[in-house]
């Protein structure tokens, strides 16, 4: 008989005993990370290069610049958390979860952006005596800063016990576990308390303010002129994010919004109409207007995967159903038929066509389950390709003139309004992807609307059910081919919808813009990964997973052949440290974390 130990190790925290991860008394810990994000704040004031060659600028005195502005950002949020842990008035408000471990990640944040910066400036410049004092004093202060957030104390798991007959492979793997655990325990964070009531001017106001807040990071991230900076933001937006999030900030703006989903979802879309306002020119206007077509395709396979939980991995082929129908009929002279229809009657053709494809396809295919399902629509998706590749007079009907494509398809014009020239509105000169940004934001809301209506509907309910448990739906009286291929004709009516107006942006529908994979979004595995990454069920979740998914790649191209390699690295560690996806619904969520409390409020767009 084995008789089970706990092994013993001198000088090891008791069990539960409060300490940190750094043998530093734990109130000098919290003075050196609060008075560290000052310290941080007042280095970026100063040069950390002596040449102007780095991109950003950062040789001038008391006004810091690219990377030095991140820094900036991540020193506030240090010293604002680490004041709220010491219950200054007027900022408890900041931490209602806790402030330890938002300053943990706060001070991760403003580290490892700063330390980023001397690295890229001494690897680009050719050594570290390209670096100023500035640059110095920042990377030692913000060490420092890190050095004493992970002083403060966290409750220690209890480890597991020891079999005294392990190996000392095993006794290793058991050291790396507990290991492990303790370093998630002092990154954790309590749960907050509900929201009180607040005014509804109040509450309208707070969620005018975080909407602001994302315009901002957005525009900002969207807007960064070099590679250097762009991964900067990242490595402040993602620990920044963490940090808020521990702090209880974003689970206290969820339930807010949550109350008035309505004018936040309305807001949302003002928000976004802001956008081309904020930019000097039409360069960014362009890849917010392939964001939109990209996340509204990605919301209507939502309906398909997330809702009914039929895994469809040829989607893109309805998109591109749609804009080939669109363009045959829009006037463009590759077209066989020779008509021009207005844009109502394309749009209508483009989402109709689709639609027939999406019952065709599903009428003998739904029957089937899961894998099986999965490889009919890959097949689906392949043969869509090839079918149009062959249809150029030679190998089949001359229809969509084979790898070329329909090419010079006009711009719109709708009610007069050219939306392939330039006009000025408030001052400000719109570009013609900007009018295309506004065209499909409209487009997305209908998108929305049909999707928020649906899935609060009999047959979202259906739906679901049939998701959970296909066996049991059927059970209780669900038609389930019907509720299946009703969600598969939606689905397809919705991607081409978005591809009657791709067309028109891209003037040319080509076989090769509707793989299944690729390096550039939309494809199938794009779209089904916008889904999973940003929360499968949820209305703000592909929407996030797709702009996510195509700024990335986009500003990620200096990396050249490492570029899919980092991204699928990033992708595989967001899943695996949050499977549920960015923006979960409260099944899944609780799927993936039994044992965790439920979100305190739930709403249609998500936990």
Known sequence: MTTQTTEKTPNTPATGAATGLIGIPPHLGRALATGGGLLTIVSTFLAWTWTAAFPGDLTVYGYPGGLQVLVLIGGALTTLFGLSSYGVKGLRWLTPAGADAALRFAALATFATTWYAVLAISLQLGGLVNLEPGAYIAAIVTLTTLLGALALPFERPAPDPIDPDETGWSLAKHRAGHGWQTVKAAFAAG??????????????????????????????????????????????????????????????????????????????????????????????????????????????????????????????????????????????????????????????????????????????????????????????????????????????????NGSNGISAVPDLKILGFDLGARHDILGVTIGRFANYFFLMLIITAVVVLVFRRSSDSRIGRAWVAIREDETAALAMGINGFRVKLIAFAVGAALAGLAGTVQAHVTYTVTPEQYLFAGTTPPNSAFLLAAVVLGGMGTIGGPLLGAALLFLIPNKLQFLGDYQLLAFGLALVLLMRFRPEGLIPNRRRQLEFHDKAEAPAVLGKTGA
């Open 191 to 400: 749960e907050p308390g509900p929201v009180r009531a607040l005014p509804s001017y109040a509450e309208i106001l707070i969620i005018v303010a975080v909407l602001a807040v994302c315009l901002t990071v957005f525009t900002y991230g969207i807007g960064t002129e070099y590679d250097e900076l762009f991964v900067g933001f990242l490595i402040t937006a993602g620990f920044g994010f963490a940090a808020a999030h521990k702090a209880g900030l974003i689970r206290q703006a969820t339930q807010i919004t949550a109350r008035h989903q309505t004018i936040t979802i309305w807001g949302a879309f003002v928000a976004a109409a802001l956008f081309p306002f904020t930019q000097t020119d039409d360069q960014y206007a362009t890849i917010g207007v392939y964001i939109l077509i990209f996340a509204t395709v990605a919301l209507g396979l939502n309906i398909v995967v997330g809702l009914a939980g039929l895994l469809d991995l040829g989607y893109v082929a309805f998109l591109g159903v749609g804009a080939y129908a669109a363009a045959l009929v829009s006037g463009s002279p590759s077209s066989p038929f020779g008509v021009h229809f207005p844009f109502w009657a394309a749009v209508l053709v483009g989402a109709a066509a689709s639609l027939i494809f999406g019952v065709l396809i599903g009428a003998p295919t739904l029957r089937l389950r899961g894998d099986y399902l999965a490889i009919v629509t890959l097949g689906f998706g392949e043969i869509f390709r090839i079918a149009v590749l062959n249809m150029d007079g030679t190998s089949g009907p001359d229809i969509t």
